[in-house]
C-alpha cells in the first residue's frame, strides 16, 4: 500500500485545505501535457495523485485509510508486502534515475547553447576586427596619399623658389 501523504508530500495530521494545495500542486507538477519527463510516469504518477487526494479529501475514506495504515504497521510485513515494497524502490529508483538523465541533458543543452553563444559572439567580434583593420587601411592609405601629394607640392614649391635663386 503505498502512502498517499507521502504521495501528496503533506504530513498525516494535515487538514483538508493544506491536502487540496498539495494535491493542486502535484497535478500541476506531473500533469501529462506539462512534464517533460516520460509521459507514461507522468500519467501514474498523476493517477497515484488522483487516488491519494481521493481518498484523504473525503474525511470517512481518510479516517479508514489511517486504519488501515495503522493496521498494516503493527503486522509483521508478508512476502507480498516486501515485494511490493520493494518494487515500489525500484519504480522510485528509475524515476529518480529518469530524472537524473533530464536534469544531465538540459545542462548538456545549456551548455551547447553558450558555447554556440560565446563562438557568435567571438565570431561576431573577429568579423568585427576584420572589418575595422579594413576600414582602418583604407584611412591609412588615403592618409599616405595626402601625405605623398603634400611632400610632392612641397618639393614642387621648394624647387620654384630655389631654381631662380640658383640661377642667378
Do not use: C
Amino acid at each position: 500500500m503505498k502512502d498517499y501523504y507521502e504521495i501528496l508530500g503533506v504530513n498525516k495530521n494535515a487538514d483538508a485545505k493544506q491536502i487540496k494545495s498539495a494535491y493542486l500542486n502535484m497535478l500541476k507538477k506531473y500533469h501529462p501535457d506539462i512534464y517533460e519527463g516520460d509521459k507514461a510516469i507522468a500519467q501514474q504518477k498523476t493517477q497515484e495523485i488522483n487516488l491519494a487526494y481521493d481518498t484523504l479529501s473525503d474525511t470517512s475514506k481518510k479516517q479508514a485509510y489511517d486504519n488501515s495504515l495503522k493496521n498494516i504497521f503493527s503486522l509483521p510485513k508478508t512476502k507480498v508486502q516486501t515485494k511490493q515494497n520493494s518494487n515500489e524502490i525500484a519504480w522510485y529508483k528509475r524515476v529518480f534515475v529518469e530524472i537524473k538523465k533530464l536534469k544531465q541533458q538540459k545542462k548538456e543543452k545549456k551548455k551547447l547553447k553558450q558555447n554556440n553563444k560565446n563562438n557568435n559572439i567571438y565570431n561576431k567580434t573577429q568579423n568585427n576586427a576584420k572589418n575595422l583593420d579594413n576600414k582602418e587601411n583604407t584611412v591609412e592609405k588615403k592618409e599616405i596619399k595626402k601625405l605623398n601629394i603634400l611632400i610632392f607640392i612641397t618639393i614642387i614649391i621648394i624647387i620654384l623658389f630655389l631654381l631662380p635663386i640658383i640661377v642667378f
